[in-house]
């Protein structure tokens, strides 16, 4: 019995990951919306999938941001160029933020779950009024 359990146990810690999914999100200068973006800037997530941050053009990264972490989720930071894999393992509202041009609004949002979100009472007071402007800009078109 006592090895049975043990073949076992493997096999139960992962069966949550089998069906999670890969997403990659580009880290760029400028696309059709606009500059200095994630693309795409919204990625709606089961618990246990993962993120892919490339870096497709140079002097970026991706960073949790502390005030926009949900309870218990590990906080994460790529270095500059870094491309970095995050997993998602709590539910909520993420804001990402690129750490050189986060004051032109470099961010994005990751949803975990089935709860949505809406503005502004989601957005901290204290997020400069571009990253506050994209964020708002994002949560209205997942709305849709
Ligand atoms: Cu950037």
Redesign the pocket.
Known sequence: MRRMFVLLAPFLLLAPAAHAELYEVR?L?RNESGG?VYEPDFLRLRLGDWVRFLAT?V???AASMPEMLPAGARSFKGGINEEIEVTFTEPGLYGIK?????A?G?VMLVQVGEETFEPPEVLPASLPSRVRQRFTEILSRAAQ
């Open positions: 880290m200068n200095m053009h002097t970026h990264n690129c750490i050189p041009h986060y032109m470099m």
